[in-house]
């Protein structure tokens, strides 16, 4: 157990539609990145926050958005939903800090289906 | 960007045989070398990592080498077990903030 809490573990939905992934880092972790894992796209970085603000942006399309609560946990927005956008989508928490390891330490994933 | 090649894709070895994987990345400025285990239904976890300022690290049967002049790094495993048996991820960061781009994976399969 990573100490990184995702949910939900699965969701299900239509195209067109709007799903909401929520994430709580470890203890202690200031920074959260999401990832996209796609059979045909590997596992690729979405978005990074540190404590509330956005840090650096990756492969993130315009239909998606996140942000960081000031309690540090994390949510993921999609929308317009399409079929390729079904994937396991992960979170993952680091403490980011100077001098520090800083291993990014990996929720369980939320799998998504779109129908 | 940084484009980072992960080979092979597949590989399977006995018991107790090594395994290599190579990964080779494109960003000179590339200063962090993680190397992520996947086992199935899970997310990724760390199982070595390396910095530029070195060239090798070990960790028990596990260890890492960085070829900066060649852009390439490698992951090894001694004495493989079948739990050993998982997808593997080496990844980048030219950001120095743990902006990482990921290799395509290997899937390494360990046989009793």
């Known amino acids: 157990d990573s100490g990184v809490t995702q949910t939900p573990k699965h969701l299900i939905t239509a195209t067109g539609q709007r799903v909401t992934l929520r994430c709580s880092p470890r203890?202690?972790?200031?920074?959260v990145y999401w990832y996209q894992q796609s059979l045909d796209q590997g596992l690729q970085f979405l978005i990074q926050?540190?404590?509330?603000?956005?840090?650096a942006k990756g492969n993130i399309l315009e239909r998606f958005s996140a942000q960081q609560f000031p309690d540090l946990h994390s949510e993921l927005n999609l929308s317009s939903l399409e079929l390729g956008d079904s994937a396991l989508y992960f979170c993952?928490?680091?403490?980011?800090?100077?001098?520090?390891?800083?291993?990014?330490?990996f929720g369980p994933g939320t799998r998504l289906t779109v129908l | 960007g940084e484009n980072v090649e992960q080979h092979p894709s597949t590989l399977s070895v006995q018991e107790g045989d090594s395994a290599v994987i190579k990964c080779t990345y494109s960003d000179s400025a590339s200063n962090y070398f993680p190397w992520y285990k996947q086992e199935l239904g899970k997310g990724p976890q760390l199982i070595i990592d390396?910095?530029?300022?070195?060239g090798e690290k070990k960790d028990q049967r596990i260890a890492v080498t960085l070829n900066k002049t060649a852009k390439h790094f490698s992951l090894h495993i001694t004495e493989t077990q079948p739990e050993d048996s998982a997808v593997y991820f080496c990844?980048?960061?030219?950001?120095?903030?743990?902006?990482?781009?990921f290799g395509t994976g290997t899937r390494l399969l360990v046989s009793p």
């Open positions: 990844a980048t960061d030219n950001t120095g903030f743990q902006k990482l781009v």
């Open positions: 203890s202690g972790d200031l920074s």
């Open positions: 390396i910095r530029s300022n070195v």
């Open positions: 993952a928490s680091s403490t980011l800090l100077a001098g520090g390891r800083n291993e990014q330490f």
């Open positions: 926050y540190y404590n509330g603000e956005e840090r």
